[in-house]
């Protein structure tokens, strides 16, 4: 599957952003999601994983309370919604796909993962 993030951009501390993922095929009980980031000098990190339908969702603990991974009506659809941005969000964002069909879990390591989309930028910054 091909993954295209989409949605970054530059917004102020305190702002909210929605980030887009958009699969080539149908992700709904196929593969489980994950969103990384990856800062300026810094290794890439984890953000937020769903499972294949959905039903369970995990963050890291830097994002918790503030961001929330979520699948579309689409079943080609995955975003990432984030409030109450701080400066230390500032990174390029990565969604990320693993066929996952038969486990319904989720995955916070990058190389659990086989699909990757390009990245989109997101600037935290007054």
């Known amino acids: 599957v091909q993954l295209q993030a989409s949605g970054g951009g530059l917004v102020q501390p305190g702002g909210s952003l929605r980030l887009s993922c958009a699969a080539s095929?149908?992700?709904?009980?196929?593969?489980?999601m994950g969103w990384f980031r990856q800062a300026p000098g810094k290794e890439r990190e984890f953000v937020a994983a769903?499972?294949?339908?959905?039903?369970?969702?995990y963050y890291s603990d830097s994002v918790k309370g503030r961001f929330t991974i979520s699948r579309g009506d689409a079943d080609t659809m995955v975003y990432l919604q984030m409030n109450s941005l701080k400066p230390e969000d500032t990174a390029v964002y990565y969604c990320?796909?693993?066929?996952?069909?038969?486990?319904?879990?989720?995955?916070?390591?990058?190389?659990?993962?086989?699909?990757w989309g390009q990245g989109t930028l997101v600037t935290v910054s007054s």
């Open positions: 769903i499972n294949l339908s959905g039903s369970v969702t």
């Open positions: 095929k149908t992700i709904y009980s196929r593969y489980s």
């Open positions: 990320a796909a693993r066929y996952s069909r038969g486990s319904n879990r989720y995955y916070s390591n990058s190389p659990d993962y086989g699909n």
